[in-house]
């Protein structure tokens, strides 16, 4: 079940999901890298999925940039001619059998091993490890589970 919003910033931006996921409704995945989810992952509602940093950190870059989306938002040239320079992209990957919480932000180059939960309202901005329980802001260890047998 997909009731989330999926935006392409780029012709390279991918997003792949796989069999029984569910991802519930107000998430936005918005890719320029790619972003793989994988079986069997519970997503709440209102998720943030971010495969790159949005805006370069230099001001002049981030003004040219504005001002292409005043002349271009909307024209099938927006994203296209988008430039990137300064702005940081990397894969995402919630491998099966995660379960992410409500309002949760998933941020660029994050790995979501097997098995693990992020608690409601987290910011992920690094590796989750299989089969653990992070939560907070940034999302930290609050347990270790035992992954199952077979």
């Not at 099938?76 to 001619?81: G, I």
């Not at 998933?106 to 992920?124: D, M, N, P, Q, Y």
Request: proline share 4%; hydrophobic share 40%; aromatic share 10%.
């Amino acid at each position: 079940m997909l009731n989330a919003r999926i935006t392409f910033e780029s012709k390279s931006g991918s997003v792949t999901i796989g069999d029984r996921a569910y991802i519930g409704p107000n998430t936005s995945i918005i890719s320029r890298s790619g972003i793989s989810i994988g079986n069997d992952v519970t997503m709440a509602w209102g998720i943030t999925i971010y495969d790159h940093n949005s805006h370069s950190f230099d001001w002049v870059q981030r003004q040219k940039v504005v001002d292409h989306f005043y002349r271009n938002y909307g024209s099938p040239k927006c994203f296209d001619e988008l430039d990137w320079t300064g702005v940081e992209a990397a894969p995402i990957v919630i491998e099966d059998r995660v379960w992410i919480g409500f309002g949760a932000v998933i941020l660029k180059g994050v790995t979501i091993g097997r098995g693990a939960i992020v608690g409601a309202c987290s910011i992920v901005s690094r590796d989750v490890e299989p089969y653990t329980i992070v939560a907070g802001n940034p999302a930290r260890l609050v347990k270790t589970l035992q992954a199952p047998q077979g």
